[in-house]
């Protein structure tokens, strides 16, 4: 079946180090996205891409990088520079054009101590 | 720029109540759409319903049905006779053919037996 896989669901890191939260998909999606979820907060959107090779900062970028080397892969690091990186964080994807909802995968949730 | 309000944030109805969540939008784009989505406790975000701008029929589906207004800039949901299992956070959120989604802050919704 189709879809997305983060992994891991939990994680726990130390304060100060980076660690990277993994997103595949095999729905043959162009375009990736990277959404933070705080309670009350709703989703904001870290950073997308369209295309491979190209992604955009979103609404709360900062403290965040991603690649996308494989069309099926976008990778996020949580780097130390992230004030406050306790949260869920979700992948979605979706086809380009036409206004298609996303598919999102099924979250990972990171906790920092 | 998007922007999506759900000025409701936490519902709580008694099993079989029906319950309306809320959702105003505002966006400069002449075609967008516009989607709901169910955030059960697993986490992962289940896709609902998709409209666009210039289809104003609303829908009806089982228990849910959906009311869009252009005229108010209103996405509202409907669920009929609520069950426990409907009891999710629920995201209203819109965007243009190439652009990504913007989310609202979510509607706790609990139902209780």
């Known amino acids: 079946d189709g879809g997305i896989t983060q992994s891991p669901k939990y994680l726990f890191r130390k304060e100060g180090q980076n660690v990277t939260l993994s997103c595949e998909q095999n729905l043959n999606h162009d375009a990736m996205y990277w959404y933070r979820q705080d309670p009350g907060q709703g989703l904001r959107l870290i950073y997308y891409?369209?295309?491979?090779?190209?992604?955009q900062k979103g609404d709360i970028a900062e403290g965040y990088s991603v690649s996308r080397e494989k069309k099926e892969s976008f990778p996020l690091t949580v780097t130390s520079a992230q004030k406050n990186p306790t949260a869920f964080y979700l992948c979605a994807s979706s086809p380009q054009g036409r206004g298609y909802g996303y598919t999102f995968g099924s979250g990972t949730r990171l906790t920092v101590v | 720029a998007q922007k999506v309000t759900q000025a409701q944030t936490e519902i709580s109805v008694v099993e079989k109540e029906d319950v309306t969540l809320d959702c105003v939008y505002e966006t400069r784009d002449t075609t967008y759409y516009l989607f709901w989505y169910k955030q059960p406790p697993s986490g992962e975000l289940v896709f609902l319903i998709r409209r666009n701008s210039f289809d104003e029929q609303n829908e009806i589906s089982g228990r849910y049905s959906w009311n869009f207004q252009k005229s108010t800039s209103s996405f509202n949901f409907t669920i009929t006779a609520s069950q426990v299992v409907d009891s999710a956070v629920y995201f209203c959120?819109?965007?243009?053919?190439?652009?990504?989604?913007?989310f609202g802050k979510g509607i706790t919704l609990s139902v209780r037996p």
């Open positions: 959120g819109t965007g243009g053919a190439n652009s990504k989604l913007t």
């Open positions: 891409s369209q295309i491979v090779n190209d992604f």
